[in-house]
């Protein structure tokens, strides 16, 4: 008598050995969590840099962030974005599989190609996308000095 054996076992066996190691290595990463990002915990933010005849426009995309996480700044040709959100909501008796959302924080410094207005800078958020409006700063036309 034949013993008939599964074709599909060596390839579970397979996959199960490529499953513990990705798990072993991305101890190495960050917090241990198989689908924490390649990064190893840090991100950056993607941001369009517009230019206008009067203003620069910055768009910046933060999925996940209110606007009460988000802080704004410009100093001397640089706008300065920072964003930090953390989950605290923990039910008591919660027993988690799998836990992956939790403190997130990202900044990013963008070097600005002219002088601005930091007193008429504005920004708003709508739906995890922040924008940024970086009026031009007036700049004194050179005047003609008459040679005596």
Not at 7 to 31: C, D, I, N, V, Y
Not at 79 to 94: D, F, K, N, P, Y
């Amino acid at each position: 008598m034949t013993t008939r054996t599964n074709p599909f076992e060596e390839l579970e066996r397979l996959f199960e050995r490529m499953s513990h190691q990705f798990e072993e290595a991305s101890q190495s990463w960050g917090t241990g969590e198989a689908l924490e990002p390649w990064t190893g915990g840090f991100e950056t933010m993607a941001v369009d840099l517009a230019e206008h005849d009067d203003e620069y426009v910055a768009s910046v995309d933060l999925p996940g962030f209110e606007r009460e996480d988000v802080e704004v700044s410009v100093t001397d040709h640089t706008l300065r974005i920072a964003a930090e959100h953390e989950e605290t909501a923990e039910a008591e008796g919660e027993r988690y599989l799998r836990r992956e959302r939790s403190h997130r924080s990202q900044e990013r410094s963008i070097r600005l190609p002219g002088e601005v207005d930091p007193d008429a800078v504005e920004a708003t958020m709508k739906h995890g996308v922040l924008t940024v409006t970086l009026p031009k700063a007036e700049t004194e036309k050179a005047k003609q000095i008459e040679i005596e």
